[in-house]
């Protein structure tokens, strides 16, 4: 699979396995997070190779629950910094150091 964007939906190989999931994020080129369900602790995250994935057309019966998980999770923190329209690593506020306080002469 060439180029994963969030929303596709991808088989990743597990080792042996192979368990349907749907991208969440893609934050770097050699880092996916895509959403998966674990048969033993359920719907979760995690992050793979891009070259573990394989795109696949059909939804699958957990794909429900997946989008669910997606939906209900914030985008990291950490793309809010790449992202175009915004223009450097500030935080919002605080703008000023403080004040100097004075001791009441």
């Given amino acids: 699979m060439d180029e994963a964007s969030p929303g596709d939906l991808v088989k ?3 080792g042996s396995a192979q368990l349907d999931g749907l991208v969440f994020e893609r934050p770097s080129r050699s880092k996916v997070i ?8 359920g719907p979760l ?3 793979v190779d891009p070259s573990t994935l394989s ?3 059909q ?6 629950a997946l989008r ?3 939906r209900r999770t914030p985008p990291s923190s950490n ?6 329209t915004r223009s450097g690593l500030r935080r919002a506020g605080f703008t000023r150091g403080a004040a100097h306080r004075p001791t009441g002469r």
């Fill in 79 to 84: 793309a809010a910094g790449r992202d175009a």
């Fill in 59 to 64: 939804e699958g019966p957990n794909d429900r």
């Fill in 68 to 70: 669910l998980l997606v």
């Fill in 34 to 41: 895509v959403a998966v369900v674990d048969p033993v602790r």
């Fill in 12 to 14: 990743v190989a597990d």
């Fill in 55 to 57: 795109e696949r057309e």
């Fill in 45 to 47: 995250f995690r992050t």
